[in-house]
Nanobody
Framework: QVQLVESGGGLVQAGGSLRLSCAAS????????MGWFRQAPGKERDFVAS????????YYASSVKGRFTISRDNAKNTVSLQMNSLKPEDTAVYYC??????????????WGQGTQVTVSS
């Protein structure tokens, strides 16, 4: 059974930082691209960042480029999202996902339950 478990969310002031982690089990982690998506209240789930199996291809949404950094550790079956210079508009539930390298939700087969990130102004 595949499980993706996110952690590291919380409440932070604007300008602050958070590091999200996603621990994967039940799959051959190094065979999957990993992605982070987010969903704000009343909005659709949006792409944030993705990383392919060997970190050779990394993509970011324009809204987070230069502030967020995605990384992975295939030995530990984890993917992380370092979020710096956070803004109130970054407030959302953040989800990690496993699938094919893409910005599209439909290309990801497995999803975590999400972790809440709230940025206060």
């Amino acid at each position: 059974q595949v499980q993706l478990v996110e952690s590291g969310g919380g409440l932070v002031q604007a300008g602050g930082s958070l590091r999200l982690s996603c621990a994967a089990s039940g799959l051959t982690f190094s065979s999957y691209a990993m992605g982070w998506f987010r969903q704000a209240p009343g909005k659709e789930r949006d792409f944030v960042a993705s990383i392919n199996w060997d970190a050779g291809r990394i993509y970011y949404a324009s809204s987070v480029k230069g502030r967020f950094t995605i990384s992975r550790d295939n030995a530990k079956n984890t993917v992380s999202l370092q979020m710096n210079s956070l803004k109130p508009e970054d407030t959302a539930v953040y989800y990690c996902a496993a699938g094919s390298t893409s910005t599209m939700m439909s290309r990801y087969n497995y999803w975590g339950q999400g972790t809440q990130v709230t940025v206060s102004s």
